[in-house]
């Protein structure tokens, strides 16, 4: 009859596991980059970790990084995002003198800075403490069991004192007999082993996907992925594989074009794509000193040098730089076909002219189709967003087969009021600055989605914090991968139908397993209450439930956690649960209750309670599959054995013809109810 309580420890000792190592990755992980930085002691340059900065060290700040502390500029600038402690959108730029506070995103540029502030006193400790912290992850899930768990909790500890009282005083069962009826209606009213079970299929999920090189930072972010209708792509990254070449240069002007992007190459040595690929093409030069410098920000969307011999030249997107009509009439024919283009130029008279137009070709990954087409097939809407001209994102769009491609949005040209009404029917959204792509994913969920969002930059972690999920890569920013939930450690996004089905697989399994555990938690508490109100003698020791339940639930449900099933998880875990668990659960206390009244031998009931779990297994896990066979055929064979060869050790009596014909009689009319219901139900 002490069985049970092996469950109950493993529950205990997992549930308190869990807890504290939730507590120890909310204390760790932080927003605030914990990487190594490069610091400047007894002039001397040296890698160290975050965590060994002291006051007064030198750093060299660079471009996507971010701040861990709070330092004093004392050579150079930087353009710094403080979205993430501000809220405020609007890049600054930190010269000489400046503070750059600690969270702080480095967007651009290049300076040296004396650490001012470390640990607890620095502003990122002291006053942005929920925009530092790691996000918990929503689940459902868990929000679920927790709530039915709490209710148990709180029935618990009445209706076994005064099943207790009823059973002693009232029926006069004598001690022992009241404790062991007191514990067996106790124990049914706990799963036990459901906390447990979805422990283990969540951590199984977790090592399968290390098997593909997928990081899972938190268990129920696999949960959340099987739920999402609508993933964001940052084009970047994403549907291009990061790399971009130069495919052609049209010079409007008299210059020599490579010596003046050779000399803006040299400035900005150290950059993104985009910037690599104007080195690999353009190379670097001495040619031109530069006198003032102006870093490319997402905001204006060009960067500026101003050469001694050249004046001010400008280089970006075209947009805010190009007003020749016949430029961009040019312009639009290579934007129409899927390219990013640049313009060149200076200012003459007060108005940009362009000096060239130069055409860049993003790489797109091999395998974007297949992955777009994956999402699709499985119902996830698909949108992309990306800082890039929309028309060249919407052309790549159609490159790889994305729906509606020709629903785009130039975000640089609408207001954010313009924006949140625009959102359900837009595909594309161009010219995003990094607060809009947080809105974006906010407006959708406040319209009920369920919202991925994958990015690997500096300018993606708003939205990565705000999605449902975030994914990122390996190769992305510090800050993006702090915030994902799911991180491609081979940058491969191919990788992401096998996480879907992964999170899918193992949902619909535990969806599955929780309607098992519940039954016994529903009928006992009913029956207990029961008993209680009509003066029963509780009809279960704890081993006869103990039986039940191993093989009806505990080993089945486990060994079918395993069992594939991609169906996409829509309806809420209460509902899916309680549909399969409700009618079960009162046709099993219902009979219970009339075999009481009859005062039939107990042993009827604890064969008609074993008779409609076997039944209910079938019914909720369908036993369609081979594999589902090979585990619910000899599970329901092995419980027939140990009721016939240990019913002296259960406390089982040899029934009459009779009692055996009332216990048929019973069972039939029991499934009988429980077909008409479930026909009902799935009407």
Same mark, same amino acid.
């Given at each position: 009859?002490?069985?049970?309580?092996?469950?109950?420890?493993?529950?205990?000792?997992?549930?308190?596991?869990?807890?504290?190592?939730?507590?120890?990755?909310?204390?760790?992980?932080?927003?605030?980059?914990?990487?190594?930085?490069?610091?400047?002691?007894?002039?001397?340059?040296?890698?160290?970790?975050?965590?060994?900065?002291?006051?007064?060290?030198?750093?060299?700040?660079?471009?996507?990084?971010?701040?861990?502390?709070?330092?004093?500029?004392?050579?150079?600038?930087?353009?710094?995002?403080?979205?993430?402690?501000?809220?405020?959108?609007?890049?600054?730029?930190?010269?000489?003198?400046?503070?750059?506070?600690?969270?702080?995103?480095?967007?651009?540029?290049?300076?040296?800075?004396?650490?001012?502030?470390?640990?607890?006193?620095?502003?990122?400790?002291?006053?942005?403490?929920?925009?530092?912290?790691?996000?918990?992850?929503?689940?459902?899930?868990?929000?679920?069991?927790?709530?039915?768990?709490?209710?148990?909790?709180?029935?618990?500890?009445?209706?076994?004192?005064?099943?207790?009282?009823?059973?002693?005083?009232?029926?006069?069962?004598?001690?022992?007999? %009241?404790?062991?009826?007191?514990?067996?209606?106790?124990?049914?009213?706990?799963?036990?082993?459901?906390?447990?079970?979805?422990?283990?299929?969540?951590?199984?999920?977790?090592?399968?996907?290390?098997?593909?090189?997928?990081?899972?930072?938190?268990?129920?972010?696999?949960?959340?992925?099987?739920?999402?209708?609508?993933?964001?792509?940052?084009?970047?990254?994403?549907?291009?594989?990061?790399?971009?070449?130069?495919?052609?240069?049209?010079?409007?002007?008299?210059?020599?074009?490579?010596?003046?992007?050779?000399?803006?190459?040299?400035?900005?040595?150290?950059?993104?794509?985009?910037?690599?690929?104007?080195?690999?093409?353009?190379?670097?030069?001495?040619?031109?000193?530069? %006198?003032?410098?102006?870093?490319?920000?997402?905001?204006?969307?060009?960067?500026?040098?101003?050469?001694?011999?050249?004046?001010?030249?400008?280089?970006?997107?075209?947009?805010?730089?190009?007003?020749?009509?016949?430029?961009?009439?040019?312009?639009?024919?290579?934007?129409?076909?899927?390219?990013?283009?640049?313009?060149?130029?200076?200012?003459?008279?007060?108005?940009?002219?362009?000096?060239?137009?130069?055409?860049?070709?993003?790489?797109?990954?091999?395998?974007?189709?297949?992955?777009?087409?994956?999402?699709?097939?499985?119902?996830?809407?698909? $949108?992309?967003?990306?800082?890039?001209?929309?028309?060249?994102?919407?052309?790549?769009?159609?490159?790889?087969?994305?729906?509606?491609?020709?629903?785009?949005?130039?975000?640089?040209?609408?207001?954010?009021?313009?924006?949140?009404?625009?959102?359900?029917?837009?595909?594309?959204?161009?010219?995003?600055?990094?607060?809009?792509?947080?809105?974006?994913? $906010?407006?959708?969920?406040?319209?009920?989605?369920?919202?991925?969002?994958?990015?690997?930059?500096?300018?993606?972690?708003?939205?990565?914090?705000?999605?449902?999920?975030?994914?990122?890569?390996?190769?992305?920013?510090?800050?993006?991968?702090?915030?994902?939930?799911?991180?491609?450690?081979?940058?491969?996004? %191919?990788?992401?139908?096998?996480?879907?089905?992964?999170?899918?697989?193992?949902?619909?399994?535990?969806?599955?397993?929780?309607?098992?555990?519940?039954?016994?938690?529903?009928?006992?508490?009913?029956?207990?209450?029961?008993?209680?109100?009509?003066?029963?003698?509780?009809?279960?020791?704890?081993?006869?439930?103990?039986?039940?339940?191993?093989?009806?639930?505990?080993?089945?449900?486990?060994?079918?956690?395993?069992?594939?099933?991609?169906?996409?998880?829509?309806?809420?875990?209460? $509902?899916?649960?309680?549909?399969?668990?409700?009618?079960?659960?009162?046709?099993?206390?219902?009979?219970?209750?009339?075999?009481?009244?009859?005062?039939?031998?107990?042993?009827?009931?604890?064969?008609?309670?074993?008779?409609?779990?076997?039944?209910?297994?079938?019914?909720?896990?369908?036993?369609?599959?081979?594999?589902?066979?090979?585990?619910?055929?000899?599970?329901?064979?092995?419980?027939?054995?140990?009721?016939?060869?240990?019913?002296?050790?259960?406390?089982?009596?040899?029934?009459?013809?009779?009692?055996?014909?009332?216990?048929?009689?019973?069972?039939?009319?029991?499934?009988?109810?429980?077909?008409?219901?479930?026909?009902?139900?799935?009407?």
């Amino acid at each position: 009859n002490g069985l049970f309580i092996i469950t109950v420890i493993c529950n205990i000792l997992v549930g308190l596991y869990q807890e504290i190592k939730a507590k120890k990755i909310l204390d760790k992980l932080k927003i605030i980059n914990q990487a190594k930085v490069e610091v400047i002691r007894n002039n001397q340059t040296k890698i160290i970790p975050g965590d060994e900065i002291v006051l007064d060290d030198l750093i060299l700040l660079k471009a996507s990084s971010q701040a861990m502390v709070d330092i004093l500029i004392t050579e150079g600038e930087m353009e710094v995002d403080e979205a993430l402690l501000t809220g405020e959108s609007d890049n600054v730029i930190k010269k000489v003198d400046d503070i750059i506070l600690s969270g702080s995103l480095l967007i651009g540029g290049k300076a040296v800075g004396k650490v001012i502030r470390v640990g607890n006193e620095s502003y990122g400790n002291t006053i942005v403490k929920e925009a530092k912290s790691f996000k918990k992850q929503h689940s459902e899930l868990r929000l679920s069991i927790d709530r039915i768990l709490k209710v148990v909790s709180v029935l618990i500890v009445p209706v076994g004192l005064l099943m207790f009282y009823n059973q002693m005083y009232v029926n006069n069962s004598g001690l022992n007999n %009241s404790i062991i009826t007191v514990v067996a209606a106790m124990v049914g009213m706990i799963p036990e082993g459901l906390v447990f079970l979805i422990s283990i299929a969540l951590a199984i999920s977790s090592i399968r996907l290390s098997k593909i090189n997928t990081l899972v930072q938190q268990l129920f972010g696999i949960e959340t992925l099987a739920r999402v209708d609508t993933i964001c792509f940052d084009k970047t990254g994403t549907l291009t594989n990061n790399k971009m070449k130069v495919k052609k240069v049209i010079n409007y002007s008299s210059y020599n074009i490579e010596d003046i992007i050779g000399s803006f190459n040299r400035v900005f040595s150290e950059g993104n794509a985009t910037n690599n690929a104007l080195k690999d093409y353009f190379g670097e030069n001495n040619l031109y000193k530069e %006198s003032e410098v102006v870093y490319f920000s997402s905001s204006r969307k060009y960067s500026s040098i101003t050469f001694d011999d050249l004046g001010t030249i400008y280089l970006g997107a075209y947009q805010n730089l190009c007003f020749d009509e016949e430029v961009v009439k040019e312009i639009n024919t290579y934007t129409k076909e899927g390219y990013r283009v640049l313009c060149l130029s200076k200012l003459a008279k007060d108005k940009s002219v362009a000096l060239a137009i130069i055409i860049i070709e993003d790489e797109l990954r091999d395998n974007a189709e297949e992955i777009i087409d994956y999402f699709y097939t499985q119902e996830v809407n698909v $949108k992309v967003i990306s800082g890039d001209d929309p028309v060249t994102v919407s052309n790549l769009a159609k490159k790889v087969k994305i729906r509606n491609y020709n629903k785009y949005l130039d975000l640089s040209k609408v207001s954010d009021e313009e924006l949140v009404n625009k959102v359900e029917d837009t595909v594309i959204f161009g010219r995003v600055k990094p607060y809009q792509k947080k809105l974006i994913v $906010k407006t959708l969920q406040f319209n009920k989605h369920v919202v991925a969002m994958s990015g690997d930059g500096i300018n993606d972690v708003l939205a990565l914090k705000q999605a449902d999920v975030g994914i990122s890569v390996f190769s992305g920013s510090d800050g993006a991968k702090n915030v994902s939930e799911i991180i491609l450690m081979d940058d491969d996004f %191919s990788h992401m139908s096998a996480v879907v089905n992964e999170g899918r697989r193992v949902i619909n399994n535990i969806n599955k397993a929780a309607c098992m555990f519940l039954i016994k938690t529903i009928f006992s508490s009913i029956l207990a209450v029961a008993v209680i109100l009509f003066n029963f003698n509780y009809p279960f020791i704890p081993i006869q439930l103990t039986i039940i339940s191993a093989f009806c639930v505990g080993i089945p449900t486990t060994l079918l956690q395993l069992e594939s099933d991609f169906n996409r998880v829509k309806d809420n875990f209460i $509902k899916n649960v309680f549909v399969n668990t409700v009618p079960s659960a009162l046709m099993i206390v219902l009979g219970i209750i009339a075999f009481l009244i009859f005062k039939v031998n107990n042993t009827v009931i604890v064969l008609y309670t074993a008779i409609l779990y076997c039944f209910t297994l079938f019914k909720v896990y369908k036993a369609d599959s081979t594999y589902k066979k090979a585990i619910i055929y000899p599970n329901i064979i092995l419980l027939g054995i140990s009721i016939v060869v240990f019913k002296d050790y259960l406390g089982l009596d040899m029934l009459a013809n009779m009692e055996y014909l009332g216990l048929l009689i019973a069972v039939l009319w029991g499934i009988l109810i429980l077909k008409i219901i479930d026909r009902f139900v799935k009407k």
